[in-house]
């Protein structure tokens, strides 16, 4: 019985102490934190790079998917074409041209029906500047 009893008065001192009764109460500090003074705002520039144009013709047959570069207004100063065909059984094509030059074509051919949801074109120009020019869903 003795036994029992100090197993007991054991585990419940146990469970006072895990449970954290046995910690003191945090202090609270009477003393208040200064509030420091608003700080000056300072003015934002910001440069807006305009969106880019350009154009583009597509096509799709059952085998295969053209896509035409026509030009445009911004054709200036392109350095790359990145092509990116996303398919209906979720596999990808993507191509790169280089030097793009007007009425060039770049053709994705299927082995079986061709199955193209979207096709995502970027462009490149000299700067670094970097925009998708044509998400064009089929």
């Known amino acids: ?5 100090c197993s007991c008065l054991f585990l419940v001192l146990l469970l006072v102490f895990v449970s954290g009764c046995t910690q003191p109460a945090p202090q609270t500090s009477s003393a208040t934190t ?25 096509s799709k047959t059952q085998k295969a998917v053209n896509i035409t570069y026509t030009g445009g207004p911004d054709a200036g100063g392109l350095v790359a074409l990145k092509v990116r065909i996303d398919n209906q059984d979720l596999d990808d094509f993507e191509r790169t041209v280089l030097t793009p030059s007007p009425g060039e074509s770049i053709v994705f051919t299927y082995q079986g029906l061709a199955t193209p949801v979207t096709a995502n074109i970027i462009g490149t120009w000299e700067n670094g500047y970097q925009q998708t020019v044509l998400m064009y869903y089929f």
């Open 34 to 58: 200064p509030i420091p003074p608003p700080a000056t705002p300072v003015p934002l520039t910001t440069t807006a790079i305009p969106e880019k144009s350009l154009t583009f013709d597509v």
């Open 1 to 5: 019985m003795r036994r029992a009893f």
